[in-house]
Nanobody, 128 residues
C-alpha cells in the first residue's frame, strides 16, 4: 500500500486548505484512514480519522481541530481528503496520511500505532 499526500502550502491565519491522500495498492474501503501532523522536536500527533466503510465510515477528531477540520473519503477514487478551515498558526506542521487495518480498535486509531502504512507528508504553514 502506498500513500501520497498533497495540498500543503503557505496560507494566512483564517484561510482554508484541502489536503488529499491518494492511495494505491489496496482499496481504502477496508482501511481505517487517519491524518497526523508533526512539528520539529515533537511527537507525531493525531488530527483526525475515518473508519473503514464497513463500520459506517465514522469520523473522529482531536479536540484542537474539531469543528474546523473535516475528513472525507472517496472509495471510487481511493482518496481521503482533509478539509482544513479557519487555520491557525498552531496548525503549522507536516501533515501525514495513514492507513490502518480494519481490525484496529478506536483507541488505537488515535495513535500512530493504529496505522500500518504512511505517506511522505505535506507541509502546511499558517502565518499570523
Amino acid at each position: 500500500v502506498q500513500l501520497q499526500a498533497s495540498g500543503g502550502g503557505l496560507v494566512q491565519a483564517g484561510a482554508s486548505l484541502r489536503l488529499s491522500c491518494a492511495v494505491s495498492g489496496r482499496t481504502i474501503s477496508t482501511y481505517n484512514m487517519g491524518w497526523f501532523r508533526q512539528v520539529p522536536g515533537k511527537e507525531r500527533e493525531f488530527v483526525g480519522g475515518i473508519r473503514w466503510s464497513g463500520s459506517g465510515s465514522n469520523t473522529y477528531y482531536d479536540e484542537s481541530v474539531k469543528g474546523r477540520f473535516t475528513i472525507s473519503r472517496d472509495n471510487a477514487k481511493n482518496m481521503v481528503d482533509l478539509q482544513m478551515n479557519s487555520l491557525k498558526p498552531e496548525d503549522t506542521a507536516v501533515y501525514y496520511c495513514a492507513a490502518g487495518t480494519k481490525t484496529k480498535v478506536l483507541s488505537t486509531l488515535l495513535t500512530p500505532d493504529g496505522y500500518d502504512y504512511w505517506g511522505q507528508g505535506t507541509l502546511v504553514t499558517v502565518s499570523s
